[in-house]
């Protein structure tokens, strides 16, 4: 029974990751701030943002991952 427990958990999992989708933040990325992606990006996304000096405040109203391109946040 825990096998199939375990089972339904990873199937569940993987679903929601499926349609997540990429966000680039920074110097010639698709977004210039994280706050534009963090506003574009749905629940589960994932936003990179890239090198360099992000000034502003920002509101994670949102399950997302934030991530630092060649460095951490």
């Known amino acids: 029974m825990k096998y199939l ?3 339904a958990v990873f199937a569940l999992c993987a679903l929601a990751s499926a349609g997540a ?3 680039r933040a920074g110097q010639g990325a698709q977004f210039a701030t994280i706050g534009e992606a963090l506003a574009k990006a749905q629940p589960g996304d994932a936003i990179l ?14 399950t997302v991952q934030l991530i ?4 951490p946040l």
């Open 21 to 23: 989708v990429e966000l």
């Open 68 to 71: 630092g391109i060649g460095r």
């Open 49 to 62: 943002a890239g090198p360099g000096v992000y000034s502003g405040n920002i509101v994670l109203d949102k």
């Open 5 to 7: 427990y375990a089972g």
